[in-house]
């Protein structure tokens, strides 16, 4: 047999050397931002932090403040549009209010994610939800409501924190403009 003609040889190592760079730029770029396979999902961290949240609230709230917390950011950019007044709640003021809110409804409060979406990248992140409230209050008078939350994250040295939360109820309508305690949609 013959010899493989030079020009041959030359594509066949610039396609072998362009596959290599391919292949190692591939590498350098995975090695740089983790990927879902590599277990680094952010969608699916901030869901599972949402889960976590509300299965703290809903079972004995005192005892788990602080590890809600660590879900917060503690810094003082950390702000809560709430339901109750006043408006905002930022920073150290945020702390105080969580744990105002906690002796109120320490006694029973069972809290249960109806609707959940989220959305999120390596760096940033938001889950809105429909969140579902029921027990009793200190003076044993039951309560139900519906709210809506949206949690906005931050990855702060490698863990996702709440640095923005927004709770709202809708109203009825604009003539009464009074709060829709139980809406579902």
């Not at 969608?43 to 917060?72: C, G, Q, T």
């Not at 009793?136 to 996702?160: A, L, M, Q, S």
Request: with cysteine.
């Amino acid at each position: 047999m013959g010899k493989v003609p030079r020009e041959c040889c030359g594509k066949r190592d610039l396609i072998q050397g362009t596959l290599l760079s391919t292949v190692a730029a591939s590498a350098l770029v995975e090695a740089a931002e983790p990927s879902a396979h590599q277990g680094g999902d952010p969608k699916a961290e901030v869901e599972e932090i949402e889960r976590k949240l509300m299965w703290l609230y809903s079972n004995d709230l005192p005892k788990h403040v602080n590890e809600i917390m660590e879900y917060f950011d503690d810094t003082p950019e950390m702000l809560q549009f709430d339901v109750m007044s006043p408006r905002e709640f930022k920073g150290a003021a945020f702390r105080k209010h969580i744990n105002e809110f906690v002796a109120v409804f320490s006694s029973n409060i069972k809290v249960d994610i109806m609707d959940m979406q989220a959305h999120a990248d390596n760096h940033l992140a938001f889950v809105s939800s429909l969140q579902r409230n029921c027990g009793t209050d200190p003076k044993g008078k039951p309560f139900e409501f519906t709210i809506r939350v949206t949690d906005c994250f931050r990855k702060v040295n490698g863990k996702w924190k709440i640095v923005h939360q927004h709770v709202s109820f809708p109203i009825e309508s604009m003539e009464t403009g009074k709060a829709d305690f139980q809406s579902k949609r």
